[in-house]
């Protein structure tokens, strides 16, 4: 490799830099200093995306991963940077939960995705901006300060730095958009990472609940969390969840006994073979989805509904599959609009009783000056949470307390599992289900930040498959109104990555679906 390719090591995939390091044509190291200079740039940095930097670990990482390549020993992603969403624990990076809380918090332990990734080769550039707890769909509610800046500041969305990146994932998200490093992690709760993909022009997955470990994952909601990767392609997506996933089951009581797999193995089969049987791919399309007009139990808000920008894009992608060989059908998930509060129940009842631990007792921040006990928790958590945070506390609070608990928190979990059977409803007549990941693209940077609801309500496309488990990811489907990015959402059944993975490789062989990215990055 010339000199001059080297400066264009961040236009590769991870699937182009893994074969050029296995080959020696370039080395871990000259990598992993390209993408931190590029990181550190301040236009880059501008962005926020990242938070925090260990230029020492990382080369010494990058070291190792060209001495296995040349002794043989390395793992089939050797030498390829990655960045962690500030959820995931790690010893040698802050692990802030983009919360005070948790302010220059170092953990002694390395969470199992972080370490799975490393054991596949993986270096680690730094750790990305999220919102606090992983609670957000902006991006705006991050405590933590990124790099170069004194204090906190809202991610930036590459695409127009003035509009959202999307959340939870949204520094996640950014950095790959920006070229800032070629993969990240993110979790995705109820969209975290599929809407910021879609929002930011790149490929995210969410993967069955319980296929990747949540060891290590600073919980939001332990019924809903789960992790996946964040790339350019889906190929690329394919290569990490493979190194992600496998059973964790002695760390992990909700982790899936379950072997790893090649998620990469179907990503060539053509959608006219890839159906059931070896028939031709069944899309489904719920009807519910294409003509939401906002949500029927809010009046006077039609701007929530679904956007005829992204509904064109949507349909060009979906023309563009059935000319690959895939079949169309109509579909109902008549349950759609309850997935907002049922959500909007179940996520913060359980964040109610998982951030009850941050107390300032063990670790984490802790109020200066106090009378007792019990006047150091209420400052402590007083100080160390944000607004969005004490918000969902008090919301799980609510609907746990004793009288309300049958009457909300129980009735949730019955239209829950309600909203999982017309998911398996659907697949009786469909392989995988497509539509859009959010009703607009992103919008402008405080847009929303008075209007929670207006938040939440964004999240109507992503919430069905988080409550059911489901396997989903966003694809990049072309640009709409300003010229930002839009997401194609494609949910399958439990186990089928794979399936979801093909379709989406078989849609970016398309110059019209090929992954792009911003101008000036």
Not at 188 to 213: E, L, N, V, W
Not at 216 to 236: C, F, K, V
Request: glycine share 10%; net charge neutral.
């Amino acid at each position: 490799m010339t000199q001059t390719q080297h400066k264009d090591l961040h236009q590769l995939s991870v699937a182009e830099l893994a074969r050029l390091l296995k080959t020696r044509k370039v080395s871990a190291v000259e990598t992993a200093e390209h993408f931190l200079a590029r990181v550190q740039v301040q236009k880059h940095e501008s962005l926020g995306a990242f938070v925090d930097l260990n230029e020492k670990v990382t080369l010494a990482q990058a070291r190792a991963a060209d001495a296995a390549i040349a002794a043989g020993t390395a793992g089939p992603l050797a030498g390829v940077p990655i960045a962690h969403k500030d959820i995931f624990v790690t010893r040698d990076f802050v692990s802030t939960a983009g919360s005070r809380m948790l302010a220059g918090y170092r953990s002694p332990f390395d969470a199992t995705v972080v370490s799975k990734l490393a054991q596949s080769g993986m270096v680690t550039l730094g750790k990305l901006n999220c919102d606090e707890f992983a609670m957000g769909s902006s991006n705006e509610n991050s405590a933590t300060a990124p790099l170069g800046r004194s204090g906190p500041t809202p991610v930036r969305n590459p695409w127009d730095s003035s509009r959202i990146p999307g959340g939870s994932s949204g520094g996640s998200a950014a950095a790959v958009a920006a070229l800032l490093t070629p993969a990240a992690t993110g979790t995705d709760t109820g969209g975290s990472i599929r809407q910021p993909a879609s929002f930011c022009g790149i490929t995210g997955i969410k993967p069955t609940y319980g296929r990747a470990s949540r060891y290590g994952m600073i919980a939001y909601a332990s019924s809903l969390d789960q992790a996946g990767p964040m790339a350019r392609s889906a190929e690329d997506c394919a290569l990490l969840l493979s190194a992600m996933c496998g059973p964790d089951l002695d760390r992990d009581s909700t982790s899936l006994d379950v072997p790893a797999e090649d998620f990469s193995r179907d990503l060539n089969r053509p959608l006219s073979v890839a159906g059931k049987n070896g028939g031709p791919l069944v899309i489904g399309i719920p009807r519910e989805w294409m003509a939401y007009t906002g949500w029927p139990m809010v009046s006077n808000r039609p701007a929530d509904g679904l956007h005829n920008d992204v509904v064109g894009r949507i349909w060009a992608a979906l023309d563009k599959l059935k000319a690959l060989g895939a079949d169309v059908v109509d579909i109902s998930l008549p349950r759609t609009a309850l997935a907002i509060p049922v959500y909007y129940i179940i996520a913060p009842a359980e964040a109610s009783s998982n951030l009850s631990r941050f107390d300032g007792v063990k670790f984490g921040h802790r109020a200066d000056k106090f009378i007792d006990l019990e006047d150091m928790y209420k400052k402590t958590r007083s100080q160390g949470f944000g607004d969005e945070v004490k918000r969902r506390i008090m919301i799980g609070t609510y609907v746990l307390s004793h009288g309300y608990y049958d009457a909300y928190y129980l009735q949730a979990q019955k239209i829950r599992r309600m909203i999982a059977d017309d998911f398996q409803q659907a697949y009786l007549q469909c392989d995988v289900i497509a539509g859009p990941v959010a009703p607009t693209v992103a919008w402008k940077i405080g847009e929303k930040a008075d209007d929670p609801v207006a938040n939440y309500l964004a999240d109507i496309f992503t919430l069905p498959a988080s409550l059911a488990g489901l396997p989903g990811m966003s694809v990049p489907a072309g640009l709409g109104a300003g010229g930002m990015p839009v997401g194609l959402q494609l949910i399958g059944n439990y186990m089928d990555e794979a399936r979801l993975l093909n379709v989406a490789h078989q849609l970016q062989q398309s110059p019209d679906f090929h992954f792009g990215a911003p101008g000036g990055f």
